[in-house]
Every structure is written in C-alpha cells, then in structure tokens.
C-alpha cells in the first residue's frame, strides 16, 4: 500500500458519527451481536465499492494519458472546496449540527433492530472524498489484481479499526469499553472543527503539487 494510502486509512479511523454509533451500540441490550453487525455490513459495502472502483479505475488510467495527474488535480479541487466549506460554516451552527447528529444517531440505536444496525455501518462509513483520494493512490502504484484487493482490504481493515476495536474489547473488557469509547469520541468532537480544514487543505496541497509535478 502506498505511504498516502496508508495515512489516509489512520485519518479517517477517526469518525464522529462511527464513534457515536460505536458508543450507542455499546449500551444497547445486546452490543456484541450488534457491533458485529455493524462492522460486518459496513465492512461488506466499503470493500465491494474500493474493489470495483480499483478494476474500474485501473482500466481507465491504462487507457488515458496524464490520468493519476489529472485525478490528482481534481481532487485537490474538491479537497480545497471542502475546507473554505467547512471554515466559512459559524462555529456554533457546526457545533448545534454535531450535537443534534450524535443525538439522532444515539435515539435510533439505544435498542436497535439488526436492520438498523446493519444501515448504521454502511451510512457512518460511506466511501467520500478521502476514499477516493486513497483508491487513486493505490492505482497510482499499478498494483495487480491481487495486490489491489490486498490494499482496499488493508486500508478498510484500518477504516474499521475503531469499531473492529470495540467489538473486541467488548468481549475480552466489556467493562471498560464504554468508557474508551466515550472518551475518544469526545476528543474528536471537540478537535475536530480545526482538524478536518487542516487535512482537506494538507491533501489539498499535496496533491495540487504531485498533480502539476506529474503534468510539467
């Protein structure tokens, strides 16, 4: 897997809206069944979406001239376009958003149906922009077929690692789970209005300048 890959699999580990379901599961009636569901349905789209887009994309850029440079440029756009996004938002009105998100998502699993759950793993992790910018590394790096699905199962296993992680604990440590859980996801509540312009603006720049290296 590809440097960029990897360190954008470790940025997006770190979701609010997966940690607050995480947490919601957690203190549900049944959290280890549920959990599983969770990472199991969530796990099943995400890696059907890299691998189908990785053959897909592999085609395209075997066939298109400047293509990875291209892409590169396109998603610095997006990447740019996303943090001016994020910054021109009020703090409170981001805040108020936050909070009343975590909370639907808290009320629709305090004791949700497998159904539920299931929906719940596939909506906190629905493949965006940074998967997109991942799945284009990988391809940068002409990998096989086989190593292509190595790589998307890679960096989906590290997408998943905070609810692969609980569902762990929540059968070897149950009893302290919930207060890990809680504790990350408040960290990341509160860091996470600076952080998420400064990594769009970073992936930004880092691919604005491998775009226009790349087409000179």
């Known amino acids: 897997m590809s440097t960029l890959a990897l360190l954008l699999a470790l940025l997006s580990a770190v ?14 009636p049944r959290p280890r069944r549920l959990l599983l569901v969770f990472n199991v349905a969530g ?21 298109t001239q400047d ?16 943090a001016v996004a994020v910054r021109r938002r009020p703090v409170r009105e981001r805040e108020h ?23 719940a793993g596939v909506l906190t992790h629905l493949p965006a922009l940074v998967y997109l910018i991942a799945l284009n590394a990988i391809i940068a790096t002409d990998p096989t077929f086989t190593t292509g699905l ?19 604990l929540a059968i070897v440590r149950p009893d302290r789970t919930n207060a890990l859980v809680e504790g990350l996801s408040d960290w ?8 998420v312009p400064l990594v769009l603006f970073g992936l930004g720049a880092y691919l604005l300048v ?3 290296a790349g087409l000179l």
Do not use: M
């Not at 796990?43 to 085609?59: P, Q, R, S």
């Not at 990875?68 to 396109?74: F, G, K, N, R, S």
């Not at 975590?102 to 629709?108: E, F, G, L």
């Not at 990341?188 to 952080?195: N, S």
């Open 97 to 119: 958003e936050s909070r009343e998100v975590t909370r639907t998502i808290s009320a629709r699993l305090r004791d949700p149906s497998v159904t539920t759950v299931a929906a």
């Open 15 to 28: 979701r609010p809206t997966s940690l607050a379901a995480v947490y919601a599961i957690l203190g549900s």
């Open 43 to 63: 796990l099943a789209v995400t890696i059907t979406v890299g691998i189908v887009l990785v053959i897909f994309l592999n085609k395209v850029v075997e066939t």
């Open 188 to 195: 990341t509540r509160r860091h996470q209005r600076t952080a």
């Open 150 to 168: 190595l790589d998307v199962l890679v960096y989906n296993a590290i997408w998943f690692a905070i609810p692969l992680l609980s569902l762990a």
């Open 210 to 212: 491998k775009g226009l």
């Open 67 to 82: 293509s990875h440079e291209i892409a590169d440029l396109v998603l610095a756009a997006a990447c740019f376009a996303g």
